[in-house]
T-cell receptor, first 113, second 113 residues
Framework: GESVGLHLPTLSVQEGDNSIINCAYS??????FIWYKQESGKGPQFIID?????DKRQGQRVTVLLNKTVKHLSLQIAATQPGDSAVYFC????????????FGSGTRLQVQP | KAGVTQTPRYLIKTRGQQVTLSCSPI?????VSWYQQTPGQGLQFLFE???????NKGNFPGRFSGRQFSNSRSEMNVSTLELGDSALYLC????????????FGPGTRLTVT
């Protein structure tokens, strides 16, 4: 499940700091957005999702913000831990009633102990 | 509850051969989607199956096909393999067509030589 070889933007943070990962999506008709975390050797793991009728949604240590005006999505991770180190993907579902996610290129999060 | 399982985990094939990959969704999940992940193109949607019928298809040539069985298990087939088909093939399941949350398996790493 690794993304080895991808020249991904990298966000490096200190353990305990908050992390913000940004994503620009392409389709103004997208009605659903989701963040995935992918660790080396594994498939993408669901983190949090948000529907287009919401601006913010919170989970455990994570918050997703949606700005439909500028087609921007962000993932905030509070008190980042070494176990959070991974590649993070945002995905949009541009077609209502269909499951055909369009993924962003990903951001690599590195947490320094 | 067991997650999505994919077999085999690794495959090496030569150009011109064909390959079949298998996916067992989470128990009770009826929708299965397939994605291809490569360093150059990232994660791309291949197709979605629900109730043994292909519901959506991504922009891939006809060499890529799939099917779903009555127990929701799915297979995808790639014929006349090309070097560019080397990728991680991911399967994701969701409960039904009204449920956008998709849960991914660990993937099958296909190498074409």
């Amino acid at each position: 499940g690794e993304s080895v070889g991808l020249h991904l933007p990298t966000l490096s943070v200190q353990e305990g700091d908050n992390s913000i990962i940004n994503c620009a999506y392409s389709n103004s008709a997208s009605d659903y957005f989701i963040w995935y975390k992918q660790e080396s050797g594994k498939g993408p793991q669901f983190i949090i999702d948000i529907r287009s009728n919401m601006d913010k949604r919170q989970g455990q240590r994570v918050t997703v913000l949606l700005n439909k005006t500028v087609k921007h999505l962000s993932l905030q991770i509070a008190a980042t831990q070494p176990g959070d180190s991974a590649v993070y993907f945002c995905a949009e579902n541009p077609y209502t009633g269909r499951r055909a996610l369009t993924f962003g290129s990903g951001t690599r999060l590195q947490v320094q102990p | 509850k067991a997650g999505v399982t994919q077999t085999p985990r690794y495959l090496i094939k030569t150009r011109g051969q064909q390959v079949t990959l298998s996916c067992s969704p989470i128990s009770g999940h009826r929708s299965v989607s397939w994605y291809q992940q490569t360093p150059g193109q990232g994660l791309q949607f291949l197709f979605e199956y629900f109730s043994e019928t292909q519901r959506n298809k991504g922009n891939f040539p006809g060499r890529f096909s799939g099917r779903q069985f009555s127990n929701s298990r799915s297979e995808m087939n790639v014929s006349t393999l090309e070097l560019g088909d080397s990728a991680l093939y991911l399967c994701a399941s969701s409960r039904d067509r009204a449920d956008y949350e998709q849960y991914f398996g660990p993937g099958t790493r296909l190498t074409v030589t």
